[in-house]
């Protein structure tokens, strides 16, 4: 999303400026390129040489500082801005900008940008409270601004409060978000995508589980990928992965759990992906205690779990319904086979034998099987990018229905 973006960072003077040359690093390293304006009390807490040397441009700090006889500065800034950063946002620079205040760079070129802002408020807890302040951002929010909400924890004022400004990667995440609400010819913009990842667990006593061997990865790379793709997406997920941002993530354990999760939303939902490894038996018993080692051998008696993908087959009016096979052997037999058993709409089967694919990788190597469609080979590519190709071949499919 970030990538090629056009973002301006405008730091003002607070004592979180440090942490601003983090955030352009990050800007960088996420594709944008990034162009920096300071207020002259900014300057106190961090010099312009920082983000000129890190953003690679002048940064801009006094409005009268025309070096380029071509343009005026700030006008020539605000007209190249896809996104404005206040980062941090002092109470001032809050209060001016509700109140169209342009006295300096910041304020000036704010006041002529037009590109969606996210403003950053970071001070003391105190300040944050004012009335004045809170005024100021509920006038900001109803200009159409995003005005994220500050950290709890230790201030630099010596004792626990609200005001600290969000990590550089929260940030970073939330101007992602932004720009996926303000971009709106997404493909999947309206649309509900839910997703299932991860290997579930069945449990044989309280300390041991049978489970396989996916990470979620797959899964996870879809939720976030669908996302990018302006979806409203909702994981349901066995994965120990960290929980994707700006997805409504729902941890489970078990396959019925799995089930229960998906089924209740199943209704409302125009996507389903199964990138789960959903286990197909579990223990008839569960012990509620320890099993402790005996002389003798120990079976354990195992009994069909639900086949979620069938069940939402046989449910499924309105969805389009997404499985994945993962085979060792005869690939394209097996997968054939599942699309027509389980009623789904695409089956991404993957050879789990081969280097580049399957299981706890990074990337990985699919084809993508529909009815009455060609085969379509995805070569290896990572597995965000190896999401996105099926849901734009999805997206492909749903229009052509
Ligand atoms: C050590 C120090 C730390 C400060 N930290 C903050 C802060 O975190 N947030 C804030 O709103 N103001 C803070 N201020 C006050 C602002 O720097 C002051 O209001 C200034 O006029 C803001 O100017 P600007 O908005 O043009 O950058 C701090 C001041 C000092 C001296």
């Avoid at 690093?25 to 300057?43: L, Y």
């Avoid at 069945?202 to 790379?221: A, C, F, Q, W």
């Avoid at 729902?250 to 089924?263: D, K, L, N, Y």
Wanted: proline share 4%; hydrophobic share 40%.
């Amino acid at each position: 999303m970030l990538n090629g973006k056009r973002v301006t960072v405008f730091v003002t003077g607070g004592i979180a400026a440090y942490k601003s040359a983090d955030l352009v690093r990050r800007f960088i390293k996420a594709g944008a390129e990034v162009r920096v304006a300071m207020t002259k009390s900014a300057c106190e807490f961090i010099q312009p040489l920082t983000f000129q040397v890190l953003s690679k441009h002048n940064v801009l700090v006094d409005t009268f500082d025309e070096k380029d006889a071509e343009v005026v500065s700030h006008i020539n800034l605000a007209d190249w801005t896809e996104l404005a950063v206040i980062a941090p946002a002092t109470a001032n620079i809050i209060a001016k900008m509700a109140n169209g205040i342009a006295d300096d760079v910041v304020s000036t070129t704010l006041l002529a940008i037009t590109a969606p802002r996210l403003i950053v408020p970071a001070m003391n807890q105190h300040m944050l409270e004012n009335p004045a302040t809170q005024a100021n951002i509920s006038k900001l929010e109803n200009f159409g601004y995003t005005v994220l909400e500050p950290d709890t924890g230790f201030l630099a004022e010596g004792y626990e409060g609200k005001g600290r400004m969000p990590e550089p990667e929260s940030i970073v995440n939330s101007a992602q978000l932004l720009l996926i609400e303000k971009t709106t010819n997404l493909p999947l913009k309206g649309k509900k995508v839910l997703v299932s990842a991860g290997g579930t667990r069945e449990r044989i006593d309280p300390v041991r589980y049978l489970t396989n061997e996916s990470s979620g990865k797959m899964g996870h790379s879809i939720a976030e990928a669908a996302r990018d793709l302006g979806a409203k997406v909702t994981l349901v997920t066995a994965s120990k992965l960290e929980y994707p941002f700006g997805v409504e993530t729902i941890p489970v354990s078990s396959a019925r759990e799995m089930q229960e999760i998906i089924m209740k939303d199943f209704d409302t939902t125009d996507i389903v992906v199964m990138a789960a490894a959903v286990s197909d038996y579990r223990p008839k018993h569960q012990a509620d205690h320890k099993i402790k080692k005996t002389e003798d051998d120990l079976q354990i008696l195992l009994e069909e779990n639900p086949d979620i993908l069938a069940t939402m087959g046989n449910q499924k009016n309105k969805q389009f319904l997404i499985g994945f096979a993962a085979e060792t052997d005869r690939v394209e037999e097996y997968a054939k086979g599942k699309l027509i058993r389980k009623k789904a709409d695409m089956i991404v089967a993957n050879d789990v034998s081969k280097e580049h694919a399957g299981f706890n990788k990074d990337t990985n190597e699919v084809i993508i099987f529909q009815t009455n469609k060609n085969p379509i080979h995805i070569e290896t590519k990572s597995k965000k990018e190896v999401a996105k190709d099926i849901l734009l071949e999805a997206i492909k499919s749903i229009q052509q229905i």
